[in-house]
């Protein structure tokens, strides 16, 4: 079985991608998949989609770089109250935009894992150029409660694990295949398969050899086969392995499944 654990078929190109891009990876055999929002104006487009298409999860959040509404700890829990929404985000932080204060991103962050706990769900992180203010607001909120991923990992052995120590998860994405991702994959090779997921970030971060192109859920096949040769073992062990840990970080997926 595979899943893609971190996709947004709402933000693909044309409006009636969704359902050929879902399609194309069903016919794949990617099985499951987890449509994050970046947005609460999305929020009944998302639902909508997911009650159409039950393997279809759902996530209720605001993007670090998010514009529109910034709901509060209680609404945002409020939101989520829905059998297809397995967690809140996608949430945290992305220094990359150079805008220098950081603080309202940070409250952001600290208010979604509030949501979390109130709903009783995990949460799924974003972190760009802030590996150390990411960890230092997971343990300061006691994230470890709630649990999620932190998707999209790109960083260092050092901070893969203080993230392991709290119990996150970490998803990998198409920048595993990148030619320069060099140091990353050698962070992967040691990192236990039992804590990872895989995902596209769908449209974007198409993996190797489809770089340039509107990334699809279909191609988180790439990612399963780079970590399959980085640590000797089949994709479909690969694949097997990562869907077990998605329904174990997502127990309303498992609930659902
Ligand atoms: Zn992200
Ligand atoms: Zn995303």
Same mark, same amino acid.
């Given at each position: 079985?595979?899943?893609?654990?971190?996709?947004?078929?709402?933000?693909?190109?044309?409006?009636?991608? !969704?359902?050929?891009?879902?399609?194309? @990876? +069903?016919?794949? $055999?990617?099985?499951?998949? /987890?449509? =994050?929002?970046? #947005?609460?104006?999305?929020?009944?487009?998302?639902?909508?989609?997911?009650?159409?298409?039950?393997?279809?999860?759902?996530?209720?959040?605001?993007?670090?770089?998010?514009?529109?509404?910034?709901?509060?700890?209680?609404?945002?829990?409020?939101?989520?109250?829905?059998?297809?929404?397995?967690?809140?985000?996608?949430?945290?932080?992305?220094?990359?935009?150079?805008?220098?204060?950081?603080?309202?991103?940070?409250?952001?962050?600290?208010?979604?894992?509030?949501?979390?706990?109130?709903?009783?769900?995990?949460?799924?992180?974003?972190?760009?150029?802030?590996?150390?203010?990411?960890? !230092?607001?997971?343990?300061?909120?006691? @994230? +470890?409660?709630? $649990?999620?991923?932190?998707? /999209?990992? =790109?960083?260092? #052995?050092?901070?893969?694990?203080?993230?392991?120590?709290?119990?996150?998860?970490?998803?990998?994405?198409?920048?595993?295949?990148?030619?320069?991702?060099?140091?990353?994959?050698?962070?992967?090779?040691?990192?236990?398969?039992?804590?990872?997921?895989?995902?596209?970030?769908?449209?974007?971060?198409?993996?190797?050899?489809?770089?340039?192109?509107?990334?699809?859920?279909?191609?988180?096949?790439?990612?399963?086969?780079?970590?399959?040769?980085?640590?000797?073992?089949?994709?479909?062990?690969?694949?097997?392995?990562?869907?077990?840990?998605?329904?174990?970080?997502?127990?309303?997926?498992?609930?659902?499944?």
């Amino acid at each position: 079985m595979i899943v893609d654990s971190h996709c947004h078929f709402h933000l693909l190109e044309r409006p009636d991608s !969704a359902d050929a891009a879902l399609a194309e @990876a +069903q016919a794949a $055999g990617v099985e499951y998949f /987890c449509n =994050v929002a970046v #947005a609460i104006e999305e929020r009944e487009r998302l639902l909508a989609f997911s009650e159409r298409h039950p393997n279809v999860f759902t996530s209720i959040g605001v993007h670090p770089c998010g514009q529109g509404s910034d709901p509060s700890a209680q609404a945002l829990a409020a939101m989520a109250d829905h059998p297809q929404v397995i967690a809140i985000g996608e949430t945290g932080l992305d220094y990359g935009n150079g805008q220098g204060d950081y603080g309202w991103q940070q409250d952001r962050f600290r208010r979604h894992v509030d949501a979390a706990r109130l709903a009783g769900l995990p949460i799924i992180v974003h972190s760009r150029l802030a590996p150390a203010d990411t960890v !230092a607001i997971l343990r300061e909120t006691n @994230a +470890q409660d709630v $649990g999620g991923v932190i998707h /999209c990992f =790109v960083e260092d #052995a050092k901070t893969a694990n203080a993230l392991l120590a709290l119990g996150f998860y970490l998803s990998l994405s198409g920048i595993l295949t990148f030619r320069n991702a060099e140091a990353l994959r050698e962070t992967v090779t040691e990192l236990p398969l039992e804590r990872l997921l895989v995902e596209t970030d769908c449209p974007y971060l198409a993996p190797v050899p489809h770089r340039g192109q509107e990334n699809r859920p279909g191609w988180v096949s790439e990612v399963i086969e780079c970590i399959a040769r980085l640590k000797g073992l089949s994709p479909e062990d690969v694949a097997e392995q990562t869907a077990n840990n998605f329904f174990h970080c997502f127990a309303r997926a498992q609930a659902r499944r």
